[in-house]
């Protein structure tokens, strides 16, 4: 009986990202940000954050996803605390240099 009831999902914060510099190009905006706590990975999902009030996505359920990340030249699957990095987002280019991205997962919790 238990397996047949839904799981409970619940959003876990693993990294705070800060937009330092914007490079617009003719399809894309990307970020030039710095990792200020936790790590963010490549499948992560975001939340760009400009004076306190979420800005991208909006409405209940929705995420955005990174469309790059990268370190230097070089595609990363992860980047680490106090690290620097490019990215750009999947379907998003209005972002602004002092932006906070909230990278999150989604977890299951244990029933109870």
């Known amino acids: ?5 839904e799981p409970k999902i619940q959003e876990k914060v693993v ?17 030039g940000c710095y990792v200020l706590d936790g790590k ?12 306190g009030i979420v800005i ?8 955005a996803e990174l469309g790059s990340l990268k370190r230097f030249k ?3 699957k992860e980047v680490k605390n106090n690290f ?5 987002l999947k379907n998003y280019n209005d972002i602004e240099v002092g ?3 909230e990278v999150y997962e989604m977890i299951e919790v244990a029933r109870t």
């Open 74 to 76: 070089d595609d990363v």
């Open 84 to 88: 620097e990095c490019g990215l750009s």
């Open 99 to 101: 932006d906070i991205l």
């Open 15 to 31: 990294a705070n990202v800060e937009v330092r510099n914007v490079f617009k190009f003719d399809k894309a905006s990307v970020a």
């Open 40 to 51: 963010l990975y490549r499948n992560a999902k975001v939340r760009v954050i400009r004076d």
């Open 56 to 63: 991208y996505p909006t409405g209940e359920g929705a995420s």
């Open 1 to 5: 009986m238990e397996g047949m009831l």
